[in-house]
């Protein structure tokens, strides 16, 4: 029989092992498609992506100087690499999905409802971390590792090495930018509360830092440029568990609640029913006076029955 249960999962049948593994076949085969069609259509342009790339480091460079290569197929491979790591990027959103197709028949409706927009959000914020990267970090450690550089030293940039360390700093800043995702599941799994987590924010300030000094290069900057935003990101997903879940909770209560009887628990944890009013003492006690009457008379009734029966067998043996 059909439930409403959201916890229910939709299901179209239990399919063999075999049939999931086709199933994920086809997917992975989508995603390596996807990614190969964006690769092909934005190849032509490697060069032209690697000069906007580079724009941050070469705006800071003193002049006469350039970046260089400094192995022999670096000036192929190089835009090559990086036209393969954006063509990844780009089709995220497609990778996403394919997975999400994949799970979702086995999961739970409110699960379905909240995994999909949780999705959503944490694909725009990777690639707000990336932007986020390139328009206001870039240009302070550019600007701080150029000035810095001792006299009679030119500071010319392998192309190769600075692709590398872009790409390392795109992936810290969108791993990093994940971090309201993580904790709006956190609270939403039960795992913890906002109370406890607000509870824990110098640990977290503490550890926001130790993954800046992880994640990025040795410098200052670059560390505090990760570790700030992390920690406003912390406080912006406790401010959204804690305006999400309640109304959530809420919903899926009103159902449960309308299909329940009226009770109240006891101190002893046993549920009681709601005292009644003067009118239903009194019908009960016409209903209990009325039961009572009627098994007298059926009682006289039987007496006299018995009673006809004994006079009878009295008069044959007579």
């Known amino acids: 029989m059909a439930t409403n249960d959201p916890r229910e999962p939709e299901l179209g049948g239990d399919m063999p092992f075999l049939q999931h593994l086709v199933e994920l076949r086809d997917r992975l085969l989508r995603v390596v498609l996807t990614v190969t069609v964006v690769f092909l259509a934005i190849f032509p342009f490697a060069n032209d992506l690697y000069s906007i790339l580079a724009e941050p480091l070469l705006r800071h460079l003193p002049e006469g100087t350039s970046m260089i290569a400094t192995e022999v197929a670096s000036p192929f491979l190089t835009p090559f690499k990086l036209?393969?790591?954006?063509?990844?990027?780009?089709?995220?959103?497609?990778l996403l999905y394919q997975a999400w197709a994949f799970v979702a028949p086995g999961l739970y409706q409110d699960e379905r409802r909240m995994v999909l927009p949780l999705m959503v959000v944490s694909?725009?914020?990777f690639y707000l971390g990336i932007v986020?990267?390139?328009y206001?970090?870039?240009p302070?450690?550019?600007?701080?590792f150029t000035s810095v550089a001792p006299d009679g030293v030119a500071v010319m940039t392998d192309i190769s090495k600075y692709l590398d360390f872009v790409l390392k700093l795109f992936f810290a800043f969108g791993l990093a930018f994940q971090v309201p995702i993580a904790t709006f599941v956190l609270i939403w799994t039960g795992m913890t509360?906002?109370?406890a987590l607000a509870h824990k924010r110098p640990y977290v300030i503490v550890g926001a830092f130790t993954i800046g000094m992880l994640l990025t290069p040795p410098d200052v900057v670059s560390q505090v440029l990760l570790a700030l935003p992390m920690w406003v990101l912390f406080e912006l997903g406790i401010i959204f568990a804690r305006t999400m879940l309640p109304?959530?909770?809420?919903?899926e209560a009103e159902p449960a609640a309308a299909a329940e009887p009226a009770s109240t628990p006891t101190a002893s944890g046993e549920a009681h029913e709601e005292p009644a009013d003067d009118d239903d003492l009194e019908a009960e006690l016409d209903r209990a006076e009325a039961e009572e009457a009627g098994l007298d008379q059926s009682a006289a009734a039987d007496s006299q029955r018995a009673e006809s029966r004994g006079q009878g067998a009295e008069t044959e043996e007579r």
Do not use: D, E, K, N
């Open 136 to 138: 206001l970090v870039f």
């Open 132 to 134: 986020f990267a390139y």
């Open 83 to 94: 036209t393969l790591v954006l063509a990844i990027f780009i089709a995220v959103p497609m």
């Open 193 to 195: 509360t906002p109370a």
């Open 140 to 144: 302070l450690v550019f600007g701080f």
């Open 247 to 251: 109304r959530r909770a809420q919903a």
């Open 123 to 125: 694909t725009a914020l």
